[in-house]
Each structure stands twice: as C-alpha cells, then as structure tokens.
C-alpha cells in the first residue's frame, strides 16, 4: 500500500483501503481511485475536482468545504447499513459532478453548490438536500437552474424548499417524499412515481407529469399548476384528489 505521499493528483490508484489517510486539504484533482475504501473519513477541504471513482465503498464519511466539481463515480457506495446512515456532504461544490448506479441512500447534502449536478439510477432514499443550490447566477438578471435525478430512488427523499425549475426528473421515484415548497416549474417529471409524495405549496406549473403515478396529488394545495401536462388517463386521479365523484358516460 502506497503512503499517503504517493497520493498524487492525476494519479491512478485501484483496490486501497485509505481509512488512515489524512485527505485534508489534499490537492488530488483528476485522480481515479478504483475498487478503494474509506471508513470514517474526514475530507475536509479537499480538492478533488475531475476525479474519477470506480466501484469504491464509503462508510460513514463526511465531505465538508470540498471541491468536488467534474467528479465522476460510478457503481459507489456511500451507504452504512448498519448504522442506517449515509454520506455528508456540507458547504461544498458539486458542480457538474456524476453519479451513476450509487448508493446514496440517507446522504445528507447541505449548503452546497449542486448547479447541473447529475444523478443516474442512483439510489437516493431518504436523502436529505438541504438549501443545496441547483442555480447559477449568469447575470444580475439571469439565472440558470440545472440538474439532473434521471430514473433514480428518491423515496422519502427531503426535496423541501428545492430549486429545481426546468429540471429533469424522469423515471424517478419520489414515493413519499418531500416535495413542500420545492420550485418543480417546467420539470421533466413524465414517469415519476408521485405516490404520497408531500407537495403543499410545489410550484408545478409547465411541468410534464405525463406518465406519472398521480394518485392523491392535490391540486388546489399546490404552489403552481397552470400548464402542467397530463394525460387523459390521469385526470381520474387528479380529479378524485379533489373529491369528486368520477362517473363513466
């Protein structure tokens, strides 16, 4: 096993065990780790944009202040079971960064940079997004909002408060979630499953739920709805919500 000296950004690094390091403050942009663990670590301050991270476990870790911006992982667990407790993630930068078939399940995320982050059949369940900020100020009068959660577990997932406007969404689960308050206006939530989702006070209005599990969604308790996209076969659903008794022609 290689010291934490030999820890070098760009470098290329497969089945570590790296619970002993120390990663604070370390510069390790672009270096690829796969097959590697961490077990209670503390990434403080760590510059880890562009990595890359393969198949890696970690357990019970806390990214605070980190520079994960362009980082990439790919089949990682950051799940205990055990404790029944997920990664933290506070006061950092997810930019751009990729998660593709993760476990995320229980993370918490707060206060940190999450513009035009992407999440792929992820599992997020019960995760916690917490005033993580999906928006990028361009100009004094544009801003960009921009992620990503594409056929993901969101189930009882806190979305509440979130800026998603013109987000995708698609396919995802979002069971039980939730959805208070959250700005989902022109989201792409064709195919969700939005069964006892929380949704006092989403703003839904231009978003496309075509396809979604509508059941119980309330309309009148929504922040938004003009324009929202349904099909025909969901208007029963939608209708019965507001507890009208649906008859057939």
Not at 42 to 67: I, K, P, Y
Not at 182 to 194: F, P
Not at 225 to 246: N, Y
Request: a negative charge; one cysteine or more; proline letters at 1%.
């Amino acid at each position: 096993m290689p010291e934490l000296a030999e820890l070098e950004s760009g470098g290329s690094y497969d089945g570590l065990d790296l619970s002993a390091y120390d990663f604070g403050e370390r510069d390790l942009a672009d270096i690829k780790l796969t097959g590697c663990t961490l077990t209670d670590g503390q990434l403080s301050a760590v510059m880890l944009q562009g990595a890359r991270f393969v198949e890696c476990r970690f357990t019970r870790c806390r990214f605070a202040h980190a520079d994960l911006r362009e980082a990439v992982f790919v089949r990682c667990n950051f799940a205990d079971p055990d404790s029944h407790s997920g990664v933290q993630i506070a006061f950092s930068q997810l930019d751009q960064a990729r998660f593709e078939a993760c476990d995320l399940s229980f993370a918490d995320i707060e206060r940190t940079s999450a513009w035009s982050v992407t999440f792929k059949e992820t599992n997020l369940r019960g995760a916690r997004f917490h005033r993580a900020d999906f928006a990028r100020t361009l100009s004094a009068k544009t801003v960009h909002t921009s992620a990503a959660f594409q056929r993901c577990n969101l189930e009882l997932c806190d979305l509440s408060d979130a800026g998603l406007r013109g987000c995708d969404l698609s396919g995802s689960s979002l069971r039980e979630a939730d959805l208070t308050d959250a700005d989902l206006e022109g989201a792409d939530l064709s195919k969700c499953d939005l069964f006892q989702a929380v949704t006092d006070g989403a703003k839904l209005a231009g978003a496309d739920l075509r396809g979604a599990q509508v059941s119980g969604l309330d309309l009148l308790a929504l922040g938004s709805r003009d324009g929202m996209k349904v099909t025909l076969s969901q208007q029963q659903d939608l209708l019965s919500a507001l507890g009208l008794d649906i008859y057939a022609d």
